[in-house]
């Protein structure tokens, strides 16, 4: 048995061949389900859009897309109470929607998400999201697609940021020490970029 490596700032690491594999699955697996159809994709701004912007692309069908921007309330973001920023631009009725979401971590923001969007009676709603840090949940979510599950550990990257930076970076990388990234952030960061 190997021991465990000693613990060192960078925890998971999800490079960008492994993510576009999954990506191309996910598409490939929506391409069947939505067949015939038009679905609408939604992506919630900011953290989802290199996601959705790829994943459109490993679609095969005439999809549509829309964004929302949201903000949390309360502390660490997780009151569950979130505020709409920017809405959807058009009405989604008798639409499928797709929610495309970076990361589900307590569950609260995308609870209150398919909440709002089924009072607008889309004739169908489901859930695709690239990371699922499950361990985390407080509220269950039906997701229908995912990418990862992954540990326990703050992820950045592919459009996943710390304090509105790192969006940009390639792969997805788990901080296990956000200190060390706010202190020394290209020595954590430059060999992902
Ligand atoms: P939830 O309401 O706890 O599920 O939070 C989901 C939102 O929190 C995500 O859409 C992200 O914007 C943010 N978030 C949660 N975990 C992470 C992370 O590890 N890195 C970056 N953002 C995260
Ligand atoms: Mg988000």
Do not use: W
């Not at 692309?57 to 009151?79: C, K, N, Q, T, W």
């Not at 505020?83 to 009405?91: C, G, T």
């Not at 990418?147 to 550990?153: L, Q, S």
């Amino acid at each position: 048995m190997q021991e465990a490596a000693p613990p060192g700032p960078i925890g998971l690491v999800l490079e960008p061949e492994a993510i576009r594999e999954r990506v191309t699955d996910i598409g490939a697996q929506i391409t069947r389900d939505y067949a015939g159809r038009s679905p609408l994709l939604i992506g919630v701004l900011k953290g989802s859009v290199m996601f959705l912007a790829d994943l459109v692309r490993a679609i095969d069908l005439p999809v549509r897309v829309d964004f929302m921007a949201i903000s949390s309330y309360g502390e660490g973001g997780h009151s569950g109470v979130v505020r709409i920023l920017k809405d959807l631009s058009a009405s989604i009725e008798s639409d499928d929607v797709i929610l495309v979401e970076d990361i589900i971590d307590t569950g609260l923001t995308v609870t209150y998400l398919l909440a709002t969007l089924r009072a607008r009676q889309p004739r169908s709603l489901e859930v695709c999201a690239l990371l699922d840090k499950s361990v985390r949940r407080i509220i269950e979510v039906p997701i229908r697609y995912k990418g990862f599950d992954i540990p326990d550990e703050f992820v950045i990257g592919y459009g996943l940021d710390h304090q509105g930076r790192y969006r940009n970076i390639r792969s997805i990388i788990g901080i296990r020490d956000l200190d060390s990234l706010t202190e020394n952030p290209e020595a954590i960061v430059a060999p992902y970029v």
